[in-house]
């Protein structure tokens, strides 16, 4: 009867240690993984690199893979820095991008500030007479 007690409690702890033996040991791939989690997390990294983030996710893919064959531990580490890499890729293209619009959009609202400024002048130089009305504007609308 005692047999019967301890056999669910030996086949739970069989269950566990096989759990844990098929979990990634290795430390790289595991930095590989917080990588790509962090980058897959981030809402900005998701619409501006999805396709750099796709190549992330088949690097990880891959190292586990080469964990699962029970390849060398050279090959993960390996597989899982390119992974960890592409990831990197995919946060720096993210930022490049976010940035690029950044830049284009402070370019559209200096231009019409100027725009304004010079319109702004024009008409104040009307309500005073200083301004001729019988100028003609350049090609693009521009006095």
Same mark, same amino acid.
């Given at each position: 009867m005692q047999n019967h007690r301890c056999l669910p409690m030996i086949l739970l702890a069989a269950t566990m240690l096989s759990a844990c033996s098929s979990m990634s040991q290795n430390p790289a791939l595991t930095e590989a993984h917080n990588r790509y989690y962090n980058a897959r997390t981030n809402p900005k990294i998701i619409d501006m690199a999805e396709p750099e983030l796709i190549a992330a996710d088949e690097s990880i893919d891959d190292a586990d893979h080469a964990v699962n064959e029970r390849q060398s531990n050279d090959v993960v580490n390996h597989l899982a820095y390119i992974? $960890?890499?592409?990831?990197?890729?995919?946060?720096?293209?993210?930022?490049? *991008?976010?940035?690029?619009?950044?830049?284009?959009?402070?370019?559209?609202?200096?231009?019409? #500030?100027? %725009?304004?400024? $010079?319109?702004? %002048?024009? #008409?104040?130089?009307? *309500?005073?007479?200083?301004?001729?009305?019988?100028?003609?504007?350049? *090609?693009?609308?521009?006095?």
């Amino acid at each position: 009867m005692q047999n019967h007690r301890c056999l669910p409690m030996i086949l739970l702890a069989a269950t566990m240690l096989s759990a844990c033996s098929s979990m990634s040991q290795n430390p790289a791939l595991t930095e590989a993984h917080n990588r790509y989690y962090n980058a897959r997390t981030n809402p900005k990294i998701i619409d501006m690199a999805e396709p750099e983030l796709i190549a992330a996710d088949e690097s990880i893919d891959d190292a586990d893979h080469a964990v699962n064959e029970r390849q060398s531990n050279d090959v993960v580490n390996h597989l899982a820095y390119i992974a $960890k890499q592409k990831a990197a890729i995919a946060e720096a293209t993210a930022l490049w *991008k976010a940035t690029e619009l950044t830049v284009v959009d402070a370019a559209i609202k200096n231009y019409l #500030a100027r %725009r304004l400024i $010079k319109l702004s %002048r024009a #008409a104040c130089l009307r *309500k005073r007479n200083l301004y001729p009305l019988d100028i003609k504007m350049n *090609k693009t609308g521009y006095f």
